[in-house]
């Protein structure tokens, strides 16, 4: 059908079967069988004919104002797939976890603002659960993330960036709050902070592995208010005497009556993972790829 309509839209402007078919280098024949199958597909004539040619009727009109909006949306959207389907983009979206991104995304972008200074990038803060929808949808190009790679490197490219060291988030008045570093072992007793599926997929799991593995215990947790923000979250938190497990990264954050410590067991760590669409990547995505692996290390 788009065929038939470029077809119809030359016709009109040469005003003649014979001049179209020169102009497009086909038969005459050929462009009076499909100005015939274009008319019998609408059930209605779209030319008169005429001593010196055609012309449009009321309804070739009207077909024609509305096959050029067509064609020009179909011939900009197929050129704009092209160029993303070979990997080239004026633009990069970007997902990331705000509590990570001046430590690991920070340095990359001004890398790659050096290097394709003519590139817009689109930063969207996003929790890691908005960030599996986003790929999804096609909405970001890249994610920052700290849940969810496992569930996504199935349909995405993904790939750890860093291994990070667990801290706990506890209140200024907690008996451990003076101590250098704390154990799993020793908080046995205390009330951890539950997260959403919906938000931070596995973080329940992983809280539980934890306290299972290193302290040999099946931790105590509860949900609370939902917050805007990570930090609004700590602090409700700790004003309510309960623990959050958290990754180091956040320790620059400051939360009102909080205090943070290290977690002593070496091997309550967290995986920072960059996840991509698949498809080839473009000059700008391999530059923050590449700055974003060098700066992690």
């Not at 990069?92 to 995304?105: F, N």
Request: charged residues 25%; proline residues 3%; hydrophobic residues 45%.
């Amino acid at each position: 059908m788009l065929e038939k309509l470029r077809v119809f839209l030359v016709v009109l402007e040469e005003g003649s079967f014979r001049r179209a078919a020169e102009r497009l280098r086909i038969s005459q024949s050929a462009i009076t069988r499909q100005m015939q199958s274009l008319e019998l597909d609408l059930g209605g004539r779209v030319f008169e004919r005429t001593s010196s040619g055609v012309r449009a009727t009321n309804g070739g009109h009207a077909l024609a104002a509305k096959a050029k909006i067509l064609l020009a949306d179909y011939d900009t959207t197929l050129a704009e797939v092209r160029r993303l389907v070979r990997g080239e983009s004026d633009q990069l979206r970007i997902g990331y976890i705000a509590s990570a991104a001046r430590k690991y995304l920070g340095p990359a972008l001004a890398e790659l603002r050096r290097a394709h200074p003519k590139v817009k990038v689109k930063m969207l803060d996003q929790t890691p659960g908005e960030m599996i929808i986003a790929l999804r949808q096609g909405e970001i190009d890249l994610a920052l993330t700290l849940h969810g790679a496992d569930l996504l490197s199935r349909d995405f490219y993904a790939r750890k960036l860093a291994t990070i060291r667990s801290l706990v988030v506890l209140p200024v008045s907690h008996r451990f709050a003076t101590e250098r570093q704390v154990s799993f072992s020793q908080l046995k007793d205390e009330t951890f902070t539950r997260g959403s599926d919906e938000i931070v997929p596995g973080y329940d799991r992983r809280i539980v592995r934890f306290c299972r593995q290193y302290g040999g215990f099946r931790p105590r947790m509860v949900t609370m208010e939902r917050a805007t923000s990570l930090e609004e979250s700590l602090a409700l938190a700790a004003n309510e005497e309960v623990l959050s497990i958290q990754p180091a990264f956040i320790s620059h954050l400051n939360i009102p009556n909080a205090v943070m410590l290290p977690i002593a067991d070496a091997g309550a760590t967290w995986d920072l993972s960059i996840v991509w669409q698949r498809g080839k990547a473009g000059s700008p995505l391999r530059t923050l790829l590449s700055a974003l692996n060098t700066h992690a290390q």
